[in-house]
Nanobody, 125 residues
Framework: QVQIVESGGGLVQVGGSLKLACAASGITSNYYVVGWFRQVPGKEREWVSCINSAGTTHYADAVRGRFTISRDNAKKTVYLSMNDLKPEDTADYYC???????????????????WGQGTPVTVSS
């Protein structure tokens, strides 16, 4: 059974930093992509960033240059380091994983089959 568990959310002041973690277990595929998404209640879910098994990363324009996604394959954990946080970054952050056939699968167009429960991030001004 696949489990995706996010952690690291919390309350931070404007300009501060947080590091989210996404621990994946039970994925049997050799390769998989991991994405971070966020959602504000009442609004549509927004894609934030993703990474494939080869370590290729992509970022939404709103976070590029401030957020960094990385993965530790041995620990099956993906991290999202968030710096220079802004009030508009406030949201519930979700991690999702999707098995792929390719080591260098394009994570921006992958199917994210497994989702975590989310971790809240609040940036206060």
């Amino acid at each position: 059974q696949v489990q995706i568990v996010e952690s690291g959310g919390g309350l931070v002041q404007v300009g501060g930093s947080l590091k989210l973690a996404c621990a994946a277990s039970g994925i049997t595929s050799n390769y998989y992509v991991v994405g971070w998404f966020r959602q504000v209640p009442g609004k549509e879910r927004e894609w934030v960033s993703c990474i494939n098994s080869a370590g290729t990363t992509h970022y939404a324009d709103a976070v590029r240059g401030r957020f960094t996604i990385s993965r530790d394959n041995a620990k099956k954990t993906v991290y999202l380091s968030m710096n220079d946080l802004k009030p508009e970054d406030t949201a519930d952050y979700y991690c999702a994983a999707g098995p792929t056939f390719a080591f260098r699968a394009t994570c921006t167009s992958s199917n994210y089959r497994y989702w975590g429960q989310g971790t809240p991030v609040t940036v206060s001004s």
